[in-house]
């Protein structure tokens, strides 16, 4: 008897399932994510492999939290200090780890490298490429440097050859590169559809979980940056990295947007080089690399990413705009921040600003959203509409509000100190944070309560 092929749809953006196409998803509220699949129903045979046993086939019962044993979190180290600081310390064993990011931008270059790492330290590592040939990857190793024996390398993209493959040589570390063309026998749909994309994670997560292996798998992302296929595979995974960054140029700012082993606020900064990517450890002074002396509608103010504070120069461009009406433009940080920033400059200061383009930008290609922006944005602002420079040894941090008032943010102390590390003689900040950092020796401290009050300095 012929086997039933069924029809279903499924949406891109979170993984609904409906028998029917429809224009919006019920589960994500997306519109035109549907797309059709063809589905075999699973035979009774495989559905009985499904129960509550473990892998030598004995029964696994239940167990209390007094019954689970507990050692200590063991990491492995990447010798990438940067990708260390995102994963929390290191790799944790059994982790499953979502590498994203835009085409050219560095996801293969990295795994890579710290395949290379990690075999070195004698660990078994097993790349696994369903893009490139053994002879292409071959290329790319050599200009990165020299790799031991440990790591070992294999084209494939059945899922059921790279289990066996994983059985037989046991790797502490899995990459697969890339996830979107993997594909698993039991589904009949093609590689990078959306039940493929969520069945071949699942035996990946199997895999790591039952073997406590390590396993490294890259996403390719669409054209809104998020990673292709069904939003449940950022669920499924432990911990979700995204490189941002233009190919273009030579910086690279690797994000944790979920991480179950570490905090998700922490950033990696690279550069891309001949010989792979490379570390910042300063992103401060990388940033400022290059910065215009005594130009108009520049000043430094410091972010803070997790536990580390970066300095930021921001630009602005005020003129007198050709058309009825203006035009507003923010890269690197919030445009509908800006524009209500500079609604706050217009009333509370005064400024017409009615007839003027302002385009605001975050030099070195950071993409930042804090608060503490605010005050540096605004005093960059009035600085270009007066065409008055800032002084190069000025920077300065703060939340405005709608009222015009400058609110205090924290961290604030350690803002001051990188400012003082890379040679700045004047920190304006608010107010109420000026009291607690008089302290701080060898810059001057001056506090704001206002925008009014800091457009007086500039």
């Known amino acids: 008897m012929a086997t039933k092929i069924k029809t279903v749809f499924y949406c891109q953006s979170c993984g609904y399932e409906s028998s029917k196409w429809m224009g919006q998803c019920p589960g994500c509220?997306?519109?035109?994510?549907?797309?059709?699949?063809?589905?075999?129903?699973?035979?009774k045979s495989s559905r009985a492999g499904i129960s509550n046993t473990s892998a030598n086939g004995e029964y696994t019962k239940p167990q209390s939290l007094s019954e689970i044993v507990m050692n200590?979190?063991?990491?492995?180290?990447?010798?990438?200090g940067e990708l260390n600081r995102v994963l929390g310390g290191g790799l944790v064993r059994g982790s499953l780890i979502l590498v994203g990011g835009d085409p050219g931008i560095g996801k293969s270059t990295i795994l890579l490298q710290v395949a290379g790492n990690l075999s070195a330290d004698q660990k078994e590592v097993l790349y696994i490429s369903g893009e490139e040939s053994l002879r292409q990857i071959k290329l790319r190793a050599n200009r990165i440097g020299n790799f031991s024996d440990s790591l070992k390398?294999?084209?494939?993209?059945?899922?059921?050859?790279?289990?066996?493959?994983?059985?037989r040589t046991k790797?502490?570390?899995?990459?697969?590169?890339?996830?979107?063309?993997?594909?698993?026998?039991?589904?009949?749909s093609a590689p990078g559809s959306v039940s493929q994309v969520r069945e071949s994670t699942s035996v990946l997560l199997r895999i790591a979980k039952s073997m406590n292996i390590t396993v490294f798998i890259v996403g390719h992302v669409t054209k809104e940056g998020q990673v292709a296929g069904p939003r449940v595979l950022e669920h499924m995974v432990d911990t979700v990295l995204y490189f941002e960054g233009d190919r273009h140029a030579s910086y690279r700012i690797l994000r944790a947007v979920k991480n179950r082993f570490g905090s998700t606020n922490e950033i990696g900064v690279f550069e891309m080089q001949e010989k792979g990517l490379v570390e910042v450890t300063n992103p401060s002074e990388f940033m400022l690399d290059g910065r215009p002396e005594n130009a108009s509608g520049s000043i430094v103010t410091c972010s803070v990413e997790g536990t580390r504070p970066i300095l930021i120069e921001i630009q602005a461009l005020v003129c007198r705009t050709n058309f009825g009406f203006p035009r507003r433009q923010a890269n690197g940080t919030d445009y509908n921040r800006?524009?209500?920033l500079m609604a706050v400059l217009e009333k509370r200061l005064g400024l017409q600003m009615a007839d003027y383009d302002a385009y605001v930008n975050l030099a070195g290609g950071m993409k930042v959203a804090e608060p503490s922006l605010d005050l540096g944005i605004c005093l960059a602002i009035i600085s270009s509409f007066k065409n008055k420079p800032i002084s190069d040894d000025v920077i300065a941090f703060g939340e405005v509000g709608l009222s015009g008032e400058v609110r205090s943010v924290n961290m604030a102390e350690a803002r001051v100190m990188e400012a003082k590390k890379l040679g700045f003689k004047t920190c304006i900040v608010p107010k109420a944070l000026a009291g607690k950092l008089k302290s701080i020796k060898g810059i001057e401290i001056i506090g704001v309560s206002s925008v009014a009050d800091a457009m007086q300095l500039v």
């Open 29 to 43: 509220k997306e519109w035109n994510t549907f797309v059709e699949e063809t589905v075999k129903p699973v035979s």
């Open 72 to 80: 200590d979190e063991e990491r492995a180290d990447t010798h990438i």
């Open 153 to 167: 390398f294999m084209c494939e993209t059945n899922l059921a050859n790279i289990e066996e493959a994983i059985q």
């Open 171 to 188: 790797p502490e570390v899995i990459v697969i590169d890339s996830i979107q063309t993997m594909y698993n026998e039991a589904v009949s």
């Open 338 to 340: 800006v524009n209500l």
